[in-house]
């Protein structure tokens, strides 16, 4: 998993806004998460979880994978 986080930079890009709060809440009107928040009010968020979300978002998901499970027995 890659845990690179967002630089506030690239945050205010994606979001379009500077202040905190705006951030915060364009992430939950947009992408419909509430994202975790610094003590300073500012939003951390991985790469990876908003390019998951934008994804999702679009609609182009991969299908997910179904888990081959063996045939279970009761003990008697």
């Not at 998993?1 to 915060?24: E, P």
């Not at 992408?31 to 990876?48: A, N, Q, Y």
């Not at 991969?62 to 499970?69: D, G, M, N, S, V």
């Given at each position: 998993?890659?845990?690179?986080?967002?630089?506030?930079?690239?945050?205010?890009?994606?979001?379009?806004?500077?202040?905190?709060?705006?951030?915060?809440?364009?992430?939950?009107r947009?992408?419909?998460?509430?994202v975790?928040?610094?003590?300073?009010?500012?939003?951390?968020?991985?790469?990876?979880?908003?390019?998951?979300?934008?994804?999702?978002?679009?609609?182009?998901?991969?299908?997910?994978?179904?888990?081959?499970?063996?045939?279970?027995?009761?003990?008697?």
């Amino acid at each position: 998993m890659n845990a690179r986080l967002m630089s506030a930079d690239d945050i205010s890009s994606a979001t379009g806004f500077v202040r905190y709060s705006k951030q915060v809440e364009w992430f939950k009107r947009e992408l419909r998460i509430d994202v975790v928040r610094r003590g300073d009010g500012s939003p951390v968020i991985t790469w990876e979880t908003f390019e998951a979300l934008q994804k999702k978002r679009a609609g182009i998901l991969a299908a997910p994978i179904e888990e081959q499970r063996p045939a279970l027995r009761a003990i008697k």
